[in-house]
């Protein structure tokens, strides 16, 4: 690639990141990219944690106390990929993970007692999987002796209107991002589906909106490309679940792409095109 900065993001999805043999591969990934340009990560949770995020939120509004399970669960499975990954990082990362946790815990069970959660609240439960996940990826990468360090995305992106569904805005995010440049680390590990707004409130993007953060930042950068890891080969002619012969498009215009996410693909969430201005997106 001729233009661009020279940054390249490299974004891995829940299933790429979920168990130690996926995040193996998505480590040799960073390590390969990062000898060749300056990169940066995004991750989103774990697969199944927003979901049940999304479950464990509505259980709570109804009056069942879930906040004590959830973080347990979601303590033992971030602790494990840490133990088989990042063993002598895991004692010091799981601390990190507490407050996370603890947070999660308190606003699930304050929920369970009647006192509704508002929406920006209801964000930072959905959020959690993401502000987990950062932790353990950096955390793998800097084993591996990579310089990497979990960052979060509301003091590079922004995005505005209700927590729970705002829009992009490219050039405030460009902005912010160039100043955060200035203290940025070396391999940035970027949250997925989270922006900020303008006083860096937690704001997200929508289900599936980490494909939209690492466009939104590839944007940002003027990266070189955005590369989207998913456990799919690529994008196909159908969906796998319906049609077994379903192919890998081999090549695929930017409006195709998008004209695919619009009818409903699952592969990309449909903003994410819009939001690459000319540059490329790799799936
Ligand atoms: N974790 C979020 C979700 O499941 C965002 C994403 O995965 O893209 O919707
Ligand atoms: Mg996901």
Redesign the pocket.
Known sequence: MTSGSGWVVLKF??TSVASPRALRRAVAVVARTQREARTAVVV??L?GV?SALEAAATAAAHGKAVGAAVAGRLRRRHRKLLHALAPARARETARVLEPILLAVHARLDAAALGIRLTASEHAHVLATGELLAVHVVAAVLAERGLAASAVDARALLVARGGPLEAEPDPAASRERTQRWLALAPALPVVTGFLAGDDDKGLVLLGR?G?DVSATLLGSALEANRVELWTDTPGVLTADPRLEPAARVHSGLSAMEAARLARLGARVLHPRTLELAHGIPVLV
């Open positions: 999805g829940g989103s949770a697969a927003t599936g980490s």
